[in-house]
């Protein structure tokens, strides 16, 4: 911030001639003018705006910026919903349901060709257990 109060200072103790175009008081700074705009020449965003009051800005013509805005708006809104699409279905596994679906698919298999129960009351085997003896 102090850089920028020493370059105004330093631009108001210029000689009125080294400032630039500027007219006004010595502590005024010119701004400068887009590239190409002459002091009488107005932007060409406004006087498209004067001729069609609904301007969009994808052309002079009234009935084109109108059609290439609403192109622009059903392919913005396309590509919004197919790409939302695809990263929705390319989420990862929430919760690791599936995951736990296969998972539970392998036990059962497994189960079934050592010829065990499916479900059992002890989670843990009691026998590798290290129990204290029963009083």
């Known amino acids: 911030m102090a850089a920028l109060w020493r370059a105004l200072r330093a631009l108001r103790a210029l000689p ?4 630039g175009r500027s ?5 005024a700074v010119a701004l400068p003018r887009p590239l190409g705009a002459e002091a ?3 932007e060409p965003m406004l006087v498209a705006q004067r001729k069609n009051p ?5 052309s002079a013509d ?6 290439n805005m609403r ?9 919004a919903i197919v790409l939302g699409s695809v990263f929705v279905h390319y989420l990862p596994d929430y919760g ?9 698919e392998i ?16 989670y843990y085997d009691p026998k590798r257990l290290p129990l204290p003896p029963p009083e």
Not at 16 to 19: I, M, Q, V, Y
Not at 23 to 27: L, N, V
Not at 74 to 79: D, E, F, M, Q, T
């Open 62 to 67: 009234p009935d084109a910026d109108v059609l």
């Open 23 to 27: 007219a006004g008081s010595p502590g």
């Open 96 to 104: 690791l349901q599936k995951w736990a679906r296969r998972e539970a």
């Open 54 to 58: 609904d301007y969009h800005g994808f």
């Open 40 to 42: 009488h020449e107005e």
């Open 107 to 122: 036990q059962v298999r497994e189960r079934e060709r050592r010829g065990l129960p499916l479900l059992t009351s002890n």
């Open 16 to 19: 009125a001639g080294a400032r």
């Open 71 to 79: 192109a622009a708006f059903v392919a913005g809104i396309s590509i």
